[in-house]
């Protein structure tokens, strides 16, 4: 009762909660009592229609706004959110240049903004930050393997140089920063254009289209369901929690052949698989190393397995697709 009492106070932004993931977030600080959630989101990626029955609270605002364009913000502020940035390999390579701004750009304004209002922020990096990993699983200390002049590389050295803004703005000026490194997540408030291969093969699959393997679809992922990466930055923004990379993911290690048949099982559907070719870069094996977060987030863990989680996305889509089969 305290707890939630002391959270009234609290003022928030949440840069992209407008999005997949930050809808989820703007909501669960909502549900915990938060004064005022801030959402602030250039809708380049994310959706209103996320956030739609969110508007009518008196404790939720949303702005329309680019973040590479400076913040100014009226007021006390005591929590920043940095979950702005297309996570889609399709989405984040249509404008580059762009995704590169938001990260470091967005990020030197967001860290600024904390700056002056003594505010905690929290980044949100990525497993990308890993490249085409030579060791598996990666842990934290694991500086990575990247290509920093290819179609990847403005998302993933975007990400890289905002991780060391973060570092320098906590050494240099004492900002209290967060960061932590997300393996790839899906959930429900995907949208079906997203691009990323699970909301790919379920819009697929109930559309009765082919669903479409990059290579020969040996190469791996460990995906993680949306609630327990919710979970995860709610704890992250703890008092306590160290300044450094904490990976958030599910170890749990599936090829992308084996998630096709997946959800052709779960679906029903009789699509058959088509294979492309595989992009650039792609990397070949990702799978989380959560020793860290299990340590320094109360023993947090995932509990969502990839079966309830992709039931839950399939009846997501199914009700929110017109061309369901
Ligand atoms: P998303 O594309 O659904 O959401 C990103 C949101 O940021 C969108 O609403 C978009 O409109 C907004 N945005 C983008 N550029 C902006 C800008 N310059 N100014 C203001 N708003 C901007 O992606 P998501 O899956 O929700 O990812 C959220 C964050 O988590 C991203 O930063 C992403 O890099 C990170 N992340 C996600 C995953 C994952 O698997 N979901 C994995 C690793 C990291
Ligand atoms: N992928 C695929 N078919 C698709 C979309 C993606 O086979 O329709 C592959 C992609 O090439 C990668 C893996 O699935 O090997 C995960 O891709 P995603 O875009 O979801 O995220 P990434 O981990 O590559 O950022």
Known sequence: MQKQEWKTNLRALVAGGAGFVGSHLC?????????????????????????????????????????????????ALHEIYHLACPASPVQYQKSPIHTFKTSVLGSIHLLE???????????????????????????ESYWGNVNPFGIRSCYDEGK??????????????????????????????????????????????LRGEPLTIHGDGTQTRSFQYVTDLIEAIVRTMRDGVPHGPINVGNPYEISVNDLAERVLRMTGSRSPVVYKPLPQDDPCRRRPDITLAASVLDGWKPVVGLDEGLSQTIAYFRQNMNQVV
């Not at 209103?48 to 706004?65: G, K, M, Q, T, Y």
């Open 27 to 75: 909501r669960r600080l909502l549900q915990s009592g938060y004064g005022e959630v801030i959402c602030v989101d250039n809708l380049q990626t994310g959706r209103i229609a996320n956030v739609a029955d969110l508007l009518c609270s008196p404790h939720f605002r949303f702005f329309e706004h680019d973040i590479v364009n400076g913040l100014p913000v009226s007021g």
């Open 113 to 139: 903004l904390a700056k002056e209002k003594g505010a905690r922020i929290l980044f949100t990096s990525t497993s990308e930050v890993y490249g085409d990993a030579q060791v598996s699983p990666q842990n």
């Open 160 to 205: 890289r140089g905002a991780e060391t803004l973060f570092h320098d703005y906590h050494e240099e000026y004492g900002v209290d920063t967060r960061i932590i490194r997300i393996f790839n997540t899906y959930g429900p408030q995907m949208s079906a254009e997203d691009g990323r291969v699970v909301s790919n093969f379920i819009v697929q699959a």
